[in-house]
Protein backbone atom coordinates (compact mmCIF):
# COMPACT_ATOMS: atom_id res chain seq x y z
CA UNK A 1 0.00 0.00 0.00
CA UNK A 2 1.62 3.39 -1.25
CA UNK A 3 0.07 5.34 1.29
CA UNK A 4 1.88 2.73 4.31
CA UNK A 5 5.20 3.53 2.40
CA UNK A 6 5.68 7.64 2.68
CA UNK A 7 7.65 8.85 5.25
CA UNK A 8 8.88 12.29 6.10
CA UNK A 9 11.42 14.45 8.53
CA UNK A 10 10.72 17.82 9.01
CA UNK A 11 12.69 20.29 10.39
CA UNK A 12 12.41 24.15 11.28
CA UNK A 13 15.33 25.83 12.98
CA UNK A 14 14.64 29.67 13.25
CA UNK A 15 17.12 30.18 16.47
CA UNK A 16 20.73 30.68 16.50
CA UNK A 17 23.33 30.70 19.06
CA UNK A 18 25.86 32.96 16.72
CA UNK A 19 23.47 33.74 13.80
CA UNK A 20 20.47 36.08 12.69
CA UNK A 21 17.04 34.40 13.60
CA UNK A 22 15.33 33.38 10.81
CA UNK A 23 11.61 34.57 10.77
CA UNK A 24 9.47 32.00 8.56
CA UNK A 25 11.41 28.11 8.82
CA UNK A 26 9.25 27.07 11.45
CA UNK A 27 6.46 28.45 9.76
CA UNK A 28 7.44 26.73 6.92
CA UNK A 29 8.37 23.69 8.42
CA UNK A 30 4.83 23.13 10.25
CA UNK A 31 2.96 24.42 6.41
CA UNK A 32 4.80 21.44 4.79
CA UNK A 33 4.86 18.74 7.48
CA UNK A 34 0.48 19.58 7.24
CA UNK A 35 0.83 19.11 3.54
CA UNK A 36 2.60 16.43 3.59
CA UNK A 37 0.04 14.48 6.00
CA UNK A 38 -2.76 15.23 3.61
CA UNK A 39 -0.74 13.76 0.98
CA UNK A 40 -0.45 10.55 2.80
CA UNK A 41 2.93 11.03 4.46
CA UNK A 42 3.32 9.81 7.77
CA UNK A 43 5.17 12.50 9.61
CA UNK A 44 7.89 11.92 11.73
CA UNK A 45 6.68 12.72 15.70
CA UNK A 46 3.37 13.76 13.56
CA UNK A 47 4.79 17.42 13.20
CA UNK A 48 7.89 19.37 12.55
CA UNK A 49 10.76 19.11 14.70
CA UNK A 50 11.67 22.29 16.08
CA UNK A 51 15.18 24.61 17.15
CA UNK A 52 17.11 21.10 16.70
CA UNK A 53 20.82 20.81 18.67
CA UNK A 54 23.18 18.84 16.90
CA UNK A 55 22.43 15.97 19.27
CA UNK A 56 18.74 16.44 19.13
CA UNK A 57 19.23 16.05 15.62
CA UNK A 58 21.13 13.44 15.21
CA UNK A 59 19.26 11.38 17.61
CA UNK A 60 15.80 12.11 15.99
CA UNK A 61 17.43 10.95 12.81
CA UNK A 62 18.39 7.71 13.97
CA UNK A 63 15.00 7.21 15.98
CA UNK A 64 13.16 7.86 12.85
CA UNK A 65 15.74 5.60 10.30
CA UNK A 66 15.07 2.95 12.54
CA UNK A 67 11.91 3.05 12.32
CA UNK A 68 11.37 3.17 8.50
CA UNK A 69 10.62 -0.48 6.19
CA UNK A 70 12.43 -2.06 3.51
CA UNK A 71 10.66 -0.21 0.73
CA UNK A 72 9.64 3.02 2.51
CA UNK A 73 10.09 6.21 0.46
CA UNK A 74 11.29 8.77 2.96
CA UNK A 75 11.58 12.69 2.63
CA UNK A 76 13.49 14.89 4.50
CA UNK A 77 12.88 18.91 4.32
CA UNK A 78 15.13 21.19 6.32
CA UNK A 79 14.16 25.00 6.74
CA UNK A 80 17.02 27.23 8.32
CA UNK A 81 20.01 27.93 7.79
CA UNK A 82 22.72 26.14 5.63
CA UNK A 83 26.30 26.50 4.34
CA UNK A 84 28.62 25.09 2.00
CA UNK A 85 32.06 24.54 3.39
CA UNK A 86 34.38 22.91 0.80
CA UNK A 87 31.88 21.05 -1.34
CA UNK A 88 29.89 19.60 1.04
CA UNK A 89 26.54 21.15 2.24
CA UNK A 90 25.49 21.48 5.88
CA UNK A 91 22.05 21.94 7.95
CA UNK A 92 22.59 24.07 11.04
CA UNK A 93 21.98 23.26 13.84
CA UNK A 94 20.09 25.85 16.72
CA UNK A 95 23.89 25.25 18.72
CA UNK A 96 26.45 25.83 15.52
CA UNK A 97 29.68 26.66 16.50
CA UNK A 98 32.30 27.32 13.62
CA UNK A 99 36.11 28.04 13.43
CA UNK A 100 37.08 30.69 11.80
CA UNK A 101 40.14 28.75 10.08
CA UNK A 102 37.50 26.36 8.63
CA UNK A 103 35.89 29.32 7.15
CA UNK A 104 38.97 31.10 5.77
CA UNK A 105 40.19 27.85 3.72
Sequence with gaps: ????????????????R????LAS???DAKDVAHRLSEL????????PLTNQTK???EREIKA???TLPGNAHALVF???HGI??????YFLTKDFKYDQNDVDQ
Excluded at 1 to 15: E, I, L, P, T, Y
Excluded at 18 to 21: A, E, G, Q, R
Excluded at 40 to 47: A, S
Excluded at 84 to 89: T, W
Aim: aromatic share 10%.
Design 40 to 47: GFKVHTDK
Design 84 to 89: ELRGEQ
Design 78 to 80: LAG
Design 1 to 16: DKCHSRFAFVVGNSQF
Design 64 to 66: WTR
Design 55 to 57: DDL
Design 18 to 21: NLSP
Design 25 to 27: AIK
